[in-house]
T-cell receptor, first 114, second 115 residues
Framework: DTGVSQDPRHKITKRGQNVTFRCDPI?????LYWYRQTLGQGPEFLTY????????KSRLLSDRFSAERPKGSFSTLEIQRTEQGDSAMYLC????????????FGDGTRLSIL | AQKVTQAQTEISVVEKEDVTLDCVYE???????LFWYKQPPSGELVFLIR??????QNEISGRYSWNFQKSTSSFNFTITASQVVDSAVYFC????????????FGSGTRLSIRP
């Protein structure tokens, strides 16, 4: 399978804990995106990378959230001191750098905060 | 600001019926892209189509067809002869050329096809 891969599929943690998610994009894609999707809503943009550079961040991305893509390949999204409101599906997508190219999404990581 | 509105929260039809999912968008940009994505129960967003703002030609792909009308800022999606496997949440989405990294999604329409 050569699609976007996300790990883990589901994460359950207690409020206040830190969590980290991983995304492996399609290999030739140099753009990588993170979105958050809450129940009954469409995905909301969080941030994106062009290679290893983080070029845009949404206001939704509070200071408890940090994303990295150190070698321009896989990316990690960390949430520190998790809160109930962080419960959501976190989706990763990738695309080629041409803005005309569609974004291809992974299966997502579902985060549940107890 | 950009916005996508999918007024139909849920639609339920009997198999083999035709069904149209409505999408209305707002943007002041003259260059933009419109998308439809399908999200089955497994959760993965599946890309269906992308149109740019300069191409109003309608498109047909098998049982799927899309009607893009700039005059009404609409990009509607029709499934002909629906099948149970079409059951999913469908999202209409928009990105503008000036910020093509960001896709703005509508709230989705949950489509249920009854056998």
């Amino acid at each position: 399978d050569t699609g976007v891969s996300q790990d883990p599929r589901h994460k359950i943690t207690k409020r206040g804990q830190n969590v980290t998610f991983r995304c492996d994009p399609i290999s030739e894609h140099n753009r990588l995106y993170w979105y958050r999707q809450t129940l009954g809503q469409g995905p909301e943009f969080l941030t994106y990378f062009q290679n290893e550079a983080q070029l845009e961040k949404s206001r939704l991305l509070s200071d408890r959230f940090s994303a990295e893509r150190p070698k321009g390949s896989f990316s990690t999204l960390e949430i520190q001191r998790t809160e109930q409101g962080d419960s959501a599906m976190y989706l990763c997508a990738s695309s080629l750098s041409d803005s005309n190219q569609p974004q291809h999404f992974g299966d997502g990581t579902r985060l549940s905060i107890l | 600001a950009q916005k996508v509105t999918q007024a139909q929260t849920e639609i339920s039809v009997v198999e083999k019926e035709d069904v149209t999912l409505d999408c209305v968008y707002e943007t002041r940009d003259t260059t933009y892209y419109l998308f439809w994505y399908k999200q089955p129960p497994s959760g993965e967003l599946v890309f269906l189509i992308r149109r740019n703002s300069f191409d109003e030609q309608n498109e047909i792909s098998g049982r799927y067809s899309w009607n893009f009308q700039k005059s009404t800022s609409s990009f509607n999606f029709t499934i002909t002869a629906s099948q149970v496997v079409d059951s999913a949440v469908y999202f209409c989405a928009l990105s503008v050329y000036s910020s093509a990294s960001k896709i703005i999604f509508g709230s989705g329409t949950r489509l249920s096809i009854r056998p």
